[in-house]
């Protein structure tokens, strides 16, 4: 498959509960992105990494920990979340510099928080 | 700083009908502009680009025209169908430095009808 692929497509998990997401690029891009889209809100940018390093973090809250082992994946790991935490989180990738300008998105993990 | 304003929605149309979505940016620098498009339940979608001051950016019959002196990005498509229906999202990247990142405008919910 080539793309971004994101999973799992649903979640749903306590407030005590440790899950996390998945996204993998088939593109061979050297940035990936974390964004979040709840309802009602602007797209929130959260992670940014390049070449596998952490080169952004928007003050997201430390219950959200991203992991970035290679350049082709990107986690997301979350613990003791919020029901406010709930909404669709979106992975990305692009190529930077020097590449096309556009990133590329996966279908995204609805998480619900219950 | 940089950002995006878009149109806000929702857009009800007939089938047919002429769609203007109307974008308007900041930025410094030279950025690139960027429509998306979620459908229902998916990730964001790629639907046309510009990357320079007058470039025109089509894609199934959507255009949008990078407008510099007005410092906008509109979208049209000249006759609209059912399965148009979706949220379009203006963005603008201005990549180097900025490592990609996109800077989104808060979607237009676009409905047609039959």
């Known amino acids: 498959e080539t793309g971004v692929t994101q999973t799992p497509r649903h979640l749903v998990m306590g407030m005590t509960n440790k899950k996390s997401l998945k996204c993998e690029q088939h593109?061979?891009?050297?940035?990936m992105y974390w964004y979040k889209q709840s309802a009602k809100k602007p797209l929130e940018l959260m992670f940014v990494?390049?070449?596998?390093?952490?080169?952004e973090n928007n003050s997201v809250p430390s219950r959200f920990s991203p992991e970035c082992p290679n350049s082709s994946h990107l986690f997301l790991h979350l613990h003791t979340l919020q029901p406010e935490d709930s909404a669709l989180y979106l992975c990305?990738?692009?190529?930077?510099?020097?590449?096309?300008?556009?990133?590329?998105f996966g279908q995204g993990t609805r998480l619900t928080v219950v | 700083g940089d950002s995006v304003t878009q149109m806000e929605g929702p857009v009800t149309l007939s089938e047919e009908a002429f769609l203007t979505i109307n974008c308007t940016y900041t930025?410094?620098?030279?950025?690139?502009l960027f429509w998306y498009v979620q459908y229902p339940g998916e990730g964001l979608q790629l639907l046309l680009k510009?990357?320079?001051?007058?470039d025109k950016g089509s894609n199934k019959g959507f255009e949008a025209t990078y407008r510099k002196e007005t410092t906008s990005f509109h979208l049209e498509k000249g006759s609209v169908q059912v399965s148009d229906s979706a949220v379009y999202f203006c963005?603008?990247?201005?990549?180097?430095?900025?490592?990609?990142?996109?800077?989104f405008g808060r979607g237009t919910q676009l409905t047609v009808w039959p």
């Open positions: 990305a990738s692009s190529q930077v510099p020097g590449g096309k300008p556009e990133a590329f």
């Open positions: 593109l061979g891009h050297n940035a």
């Open positions: 990494y390049s070449l596998e390093e952490r080169v």
């Open positions: 930025a410094t620098g030279y950025p690139s």
């Open positions: 510009a990357t320079k001051a007058d």
């Open positions: 963005a603008l990247s201005k990549g180097g430095s900025t490592l990609g990142r996109l800077y």
